[in-house]
């Protein structure tokens, strides 16, 4: 999915670093490599990347990260890409048609 992107500076995506423990988890769950690992820290790489699904927030074990899944209409942007792929079957996406 890449070059997907939502509306610059608008992005609910919140990390509070001094709960952060680095253990990745973001990074590896993240579709858009909005966070890497900065100093034995998450850190936000591309913030405005963030379609907000929520699959960081979901996965931090410290609840480092808030976010408002599905305020990017997330699964609308991987619809359309999905769309974009001529597979068969799809319909609307539910939260953007």
Known sequence: MKGFRYLA???????????????GRCV?????QVFRIEEKKAALADRDACMECGACALNCPTSA??????????SGLINEWLREKK??????SGCCD
């Open 65 to 74: 990260i808030k976010v408002d899944a599905g305020v990017g209409c997330a």
């Open 28 to 32: 590896e769950v993240c579709p858009h």
């Open 87 to 92: 597979l068969p079957g799809l319909k609307g």
């Open 9 to 23: 500076s608008v992005v609910t995506l919140e990390l509070n670093a001094a709960l952060c423990v680095g253990c």
